[in-house]
Antibody, heavy 121, light 110 residues
Framework: EVQLVESGGGLVQPGGSLRLSCAAS????????MNWVRQAPGKGLEWVSG????????GYADSVKGRFTISRDNAKNSLYLQMNSLRTEDTALYYC??????????????WGQGTLVTVSS | QSALTQPASVSGSPGQSITISCTGT?????????VSWYQQHPGKAPKLMIY???NRPSGVSSRFSGSKSGNTASLTISGLQAEDEADYYC??????????FGTGTKVTVL
């Protein structure tokens, strides 16, 4: 059974940093690209970032480019999102999502339950 | 990258068919056969319903079908059931090598 478990969310002040983690199990992690998708309270889905199976391909939404860094550790079956210079508009539930492909972002067939990030003073 | 445009709401009676549109541009929907559709029930994570415009993952009902014409993709739900009441989002790959979601559509079963 595929499982994706996010952690690391919490309350942070504007300008602060957080590191999200996603522990994956139930599939061959290094065969697939992985992504972060967020959803602000009461709002729609927003793709944040994606990383290919070997970290050779990485992409970011314009809204987070230069502030967020995605990475993965295939030996630990884990995905990460380092979030710096956080803004109030970054407040959202952050989902880890497995891609159906190994390369560029395509479709997300498994999702975690999300970790909540709240940016507020 | 602007969000793809979806109608805010669509409704139908049980047994009817409904169609949700997803309009993008020649830089995303029109450029790739890489449109996906997701269903999200309140308080739950999204579920992949359609990928590559018209393909259904294993376990997804055949009542769900997808298509695309030009810059607009569509999701059709036939034989509408109470359990189909949810939010639906389209997504597409873009020529910036990113992914963009639609604005979301709330489906109501009357």
């Amino acid at each position: 059974e595929v499982q994706l478990v996010e952690s690391g969310g919490g309350l942070v002040q504007p300008g602060g940093s957080l590191r999200l983690s996603c522990a994956a199990s139930g599939f061959t992690f290094d065969d697939y690209a992985m992504n972060w998708v967020r959803q602000a309270p009461g709002k729609g889905l927003e793709w944040v970032s994606g990383i290919s199976w070997n970290s050779g391909g990485i992409g970011y939404a314009d809204s987070v480019k230069g502030r967020f860094t995605i990475s993965r550790d295939n030996a630990k079956n884990s995905l990460y999102l380092q979030m710096n210079s956080l803004r109030t508009e970054d407040t959202a539930l952050y989902y880890c999502a497995k891609d159906i492909s190994s390369g560029r972002p395509k479709s997300f067939d498994y999702w975690g339950q999300g970790t909540l990030v709240t940016v507020s003073s | 990258q602007s969000a793809l445009t979806q109608p805010a709401s669509v409704s139908g009676s049980p047994g009817q068919s409904i169609t949700i549109s997803c309009t993008g541009t020649s830089s995303d929907v029109g450029a790739y056969n890489s449109v996906s559709w997701y269903q999200q029930h309140p308080g739950k994570a999204p579920k992949l319903m359609i990928y590559d415009v018209s393909n259904r993952p294993s376990g997804v009902s055949s009542r769900f079908s997808g298509s695309k014409s030009g810059n607009t993709a569509s999701l059709t739900i036939s034989g509408l059931q109470a359990e189909d009441e949810a939010d639906y989002y389209c997504s597409s790959h873009t020529n910036s090598n990113t992914e963009v979601f639609g604005t979301g559509t709330k489906v109501t079963v009357l």
